[in-house]
């Protein structure tokens, strides 16, 4: 089973996307976080094949979070999706410049969160390739 790392202060979108990923009946392992320090401490300690992590959260926001999931050499090319309400051209700009491998707004819709399910299933697990040392999906 695979592990997928939430890092999100809202626990209400964290219900919509554990209620996605179960829809579809996979074989994926969520855990919910809604501290970025907290969240790096499991990190450290806890493998985990991706990480959906919000921008917006106080104390460690998800950029900062971020730099230091890519500094770490455990964590460093684990999968990070950035997933949040940001639309500010500069968050999608410091993101992809701080380490992540992809960046997809919060949907507005159950039925969004099932689309951005599927399509993480559908890309993470079925198309993507992983470094040898990596866990595949």
Request: hydrophobic share 40%.
């Amino acid at each position: 089973m695979k592990k997928l790392l939430m890092v999100d202060d809202d626990e209400i979108d964290a219900q919509f996307v554990k209620r996605a990923f179960s829809d579809l009946g996979g074989n994926l392992e969520i855990t919910h976080i809604t501290d970025g320090d907290v969240a790096a401490q499991r990190l450290s300690c806890e493998p985990f094949d991706y990480v959906l992590l919000d921008i917006n959260m106080p104390g460690t926001n998800g950029t900062d979070l971020l730099r230091r999931i890519r500094t770490d050499e455990k964590t460093a090319i684990v999968p990070v999706i950035m997933l949040t309400s940001s639309m500010n051209p500069s968050d999608v700009q410091t993101s992809y410049a701080c380490g992540a491998n992809a960046y997809a707004l919060k949907p507005s819709s159950v039925s969004g969160y099932r689309r951005f399910a599927e399509g993480f299933t559908r890309f993470w697990g079925d198309i993507a390739v992983y470094p040898p040392n990596q866990t595949q999906a």
